[in-house]
């Protein structure tokens, strides 16, 4: 599938996303998270594809936040559309995507741009990273999830100091308070978030698709249970066979 606002990459078991709008610091408009969205779906699809990465292009912005010329003159209906079309058609479908995405968070994250890299299962950092969310200063809030992940990564306290006062964070204290994993200089970033996702892709496809569902649920009352089940499904599976197996001959799986 062909991309205008994207770039799609495979190499390995490996593939990189990169929003590539740089004349608007990667910001979000409807074609571009339709794009990202298509190429979730492509890559899920790929058996070939065992970890994503997210990153923008440049060194300056990941996603500097969505496209305000789009929505600057909706109403009430039309509003709530756009926030629950983009939730369901890519914030959700990320975090729920079988096949872990890692977000190289290189410069500004803002607004949809935190939103998007909070929606990643994993986020690593440019030292010049800059992350926040300032839609009160245009009398909103944020509307692709930014109120329900924060608080999980962060806290409630946190996550109220930051919506509430719509300042900007640098990446060293987005580590501090968890909302970040590592922090890289620029040069690095992707290199260091290609490393993290190699180990990953090494590990077994079956598990980390298991894993990542009793994740999400782990703020649930279903949480336990569904580790249970999966831990159960997964014994009935090939990878738990060569897992197993090759740990008691002393070699490394071939996933």
Partial sequence: MSYENILLEKEDRIAVITINRPQSLN?????TIQEIGSAIDELNADTTCRAIVLTGSGEKSFVAGADIKEFSDFGQEKAEELARNGQNSLFNKIENTS????????GFALGGGL????????????????LGLPEVTLGLIPGYGGTQRLPKLVGKGIANEMIFSAKMIPAQRAKEIGLVNEVYPIEELLTKTKELASIIASNSPMAISKAIQAVN???TDKG????????GELFDLADKKEGVTAFLEKRKPNF
Avoid: G, Q, T, W
């Avoid at 096949?99 to 290189?106: E, R, S």
């Fill in 115 to 130: 939103e998007l890299a909070m929606a990643c299962h994993i986020r690593y950092a440019s030292e010049n990273a800059r």
């Fill in 217 to 219: 649920l782990s703020d």
């Fill in 27 to 31: 910001a979000l408009n409807a074609k």
């Fill in 224 to 231: 336990f249970e569904s580790e249970i089940k999966y831990f």
């Fill in 99 to 106: 096949k872990p995405v890692i977000a190289a968070v290189n």
